[in-house]
């Protein structure tokens, strides 16, 4: 009977840290991503270039430091994909290339999303 309290314990305590991680690191962040990735999809829409390079630009910084914490948390493929796509999207407006850019934001979207599905609190991520 104790090894079940026990395991019961430790189980509450890992589902404890996984909202806590979730709720405030992952939750925010890809609100952010979400929020400030279709503002983007705006800026580019109208082709001013020099914003979209400064915006992208501190995306890509704020990334960086995301991705730090979410190394030891987030699958690597998960993160990996997300780094390639800014790479691009960097590339893409570096160069004003729209269409290119606004396909590859709109995959960059779908990546977060991803990452949000597979970190969300739900029972079928549980079990």
């Known amino acids: ?44 829409r109208k082709e001013d270039w020099e914003r979209a390079k400064r915006d992208i630009s501190i995306y890509t910084d704020k990334w960086y430091e995301v991705k730090k914490t979410w190394v030891f948390f987030i699958n690597q493929e998960d993160l990996d994909n997300i780094d390639s796509s800014i790479r691009q999207l960097n590339i893409y407006i570096e160069n004003e290339e729209k269409i290119l850019a606004q396909a590859e934001l709109e995959h960059l979207i779908v990546l977060f999303y991803v990452i949000d599905e597979n970190e969300c609190l739900t029972i079928e991520n549980i079990f």
């Not at 104790?2 to 925010?28: E, Q, T």
């Not at 890809?30 to 999809?41: E, P, Q, R």
């Open 1 to 44: 009977m104790k090894m079940v309290v026990i395991s019961l314990i430790i189980l509450l305590l890992m589902i404890g840290i996984w909202a806590w991680f979730y709720y405030g690191s992952v939750d925010p962040v890809t609100t952010y991503y979400w929020d400030s990735l279709i503002k983007l999809s705006d800026i580019v």
